[in-house]
């Protein structure tokens, strides 16, 4: 009731159990967006403050908003869908697990 916006009693008794996930899945990408407004905020803070040491110059830590936060990543963790930087992983550890085991 709290999370997905529903009063009444006899309308959560009668959802589903896919409509339950459904508006979970809703309720976290919501949540997911209300992050990324306050990352911005964050990102915005820090722009004109934060830099590092590269050579003899100060260098900005992340060069864009993307590497601070990157919502394509969270939003396909939320949704369940793989990206190829993931299954390369995933291929490269049993690759690593197959090497070990052949020793």
Do not use: C, H
């Not at 589903?16 to 949540?31: H, M, N, P, V």
């Not at 040491?53 to 990543?73: A, L, M, R, W």
Request: no cysteine; hydrophobic share 35%.
């Amino acid at each position: 009731m709290r999370y997905l916006g529903i009063a009444n009693l006899r309308d959560i008794e009668r959802m589903t159990i896919s409509e339950y996930e459904l508006r979970l899945k809703a309720y976290r990408l919501k949540r997911l967006d209300e992050q990324e407004f306050i990352y911005q905020q964050a990102w915005s803070n820090w722009q004109v403050q934060s830099t590092k040491q590269q050579g003899k110059k100060q260098v900005p830590v992340y060069s864009t908003f993307k590497k601070f936060f990157d919502k394509e990543k969270f939003e396909n963790d939320i949704l369940g869908i793989e990206t190829s930087d993931s299954a390369f992983k995933k291929d490269k550890k049993l690759i690593n697990l197959m090497k070990k085991a052949n020793k």
